[in-house]
């Protein structure tokens, strides 16, 4: 006989509380990130260095889901399941803001390089240099289609208000920057920040009451939910790469880059539920029909209103995080 099959699904929404997933680093114990280092020691004794781009990158939308499968159907191509699907929005935020940030970065990385003995030489300089004019430039906001470190996200990156915008996505731009430094024989660093304004929990499991009945009577519930939490991230993968030389395979370039991201927790703003009426008709749609086929999902929209002010407050306390963990690694270059 066919079991009694119970469909619960729930997307939580967290004000605060610790971050979820494995390796996220609070921004009080920052030092002791995990570090993503490659040819450091090209830059020792170099003190002298041009800082080439800076690149923030907002994330503003992103998406988490779970979903729990029955055991019971193993070998089925759809089988029963619950699903819960979370869409986040980043709202509130005016272009300004954004770009207040991406100066307040860059000032801060350069006050820090200089505060560890190296001599942080001029852009306008950098921009005389033979091949500089050359440099393909985006216009800010860039928005491209996606990221490498948000699936489903979508993004703004901006430079500070005295540089333009020139490493990604060519990646021909960094190789022509490293045959400017070779040929002035001075390292220029290009830094890349991303930025993200919560994080996501999922949690997916299966629940049988083996007492419920005979073997295959017994009452199974499939449980599926996933919580957004207001924290603000320095994503992996953001970090400083420092170039000598052009492209080449033993070139003498190298980056340091975080491996875990560095976490501001706490609310800044308030969240709203903005699911669509469409959306909602959906859901009541699937959770109808699930109750014959056994299986069913759920999306829900969540839109963060940030206050811009104190959400500027939380983005600079974790990059200035950020630029202290890296340029003290810099620093210990032999």
């Not at 967290?14 to 494995?22: I, K, Q, R, S, Y």
């Not at 830094?191 to 919560?198: D, G, K, L």
Request: hydrophobic share 35%; with cysteine; proline share 3%.
């Amino acid at each position: 006989m066919k079991h009694l099959m119970v469909m619960t699904l729930g997307a939580a929404l967290l004000l605060g509380g610790c971050a979820t997933g494995g390796g996220a680093t609070d921004v009080k114990d920052s030092k002791s990130v995990k570090l993503d280092t490659h040819k450091l020691d090209v830059m020792a004794g170099k003190k002298q260095i041009y800082i080439g781009n800076v690149g923030v990158t907002f994330i503003t939308e992103d998406s988490g889901s779970a979903k729990s499968s029955s055991p019971m159907i193993r070998h089925s191509s759809g089988g029963e399941y619950a699903k819960a699907n979370l869409k986040a929005y980043l709202t509130g935020v005016p272009e300004d803001t954004f770009r207040e940030i991406t100066d307040g970065i860059y000032a801060d990385l350069k006050a820090k390089l200089e505060a560890n003995g190296y001599t942080v030489l001029s852009y306008a300089q950098l921009q005389q240099q033979k091949g500089w004019s050359k440099l393909k430039t985006l216009e800010q906001p860039y928005t491209p289609g996606s990221m490498p470190f948000s699936k489903k996200s979508a993004n703004l990156t901006y430079a500070p208000a005295s540089m333009d915008l020139v490493t990604a996505p060519d990646i021909n731009n960094q190789f022509k920057i490293g045959d400017i430094a070779k040929d002035m024989g001075i390292p220029v660093l290009l830094a890349h920040y991303t930025i993200h304004f919560a994080y996501f929990g999922e949690d997916a499991d299966v629940y049988h009451n083996y007492y419920g009945g005979p073997t295959g009577q017994g009452t199974t519930e499939l449980k599926a939910s996933v919580t957004l939490g207001q924290g603000i991230q320095v994503l992996a993968g953001s970090g400083v790469t420092f170039l000598n030389e052009g492209a080449g395979t033993f070139a003498k370039n190298g980056h340091i880059r975080l491996k875990d991201p560095i976490i501001v927790k706490g609310a800044y703003g308030e969240n709203e539920d903005t699911t669509s009426a469409g959306w909602k008709a959906a859901n009541a749609l699937s959770s109808t029909l699930g109750f014959f086929s056994g299986s069913s999902s759920k999306t829900t929209q969540i839109s963060v209103n940030a206050n811009p002010a104190f959400y500027e407050e939380g983005v600079l306390i974790a990059a200035t995080a950020t630029n202290d963990r890296i340029v003290s690694e810099l620093a210990t270059a032999k």
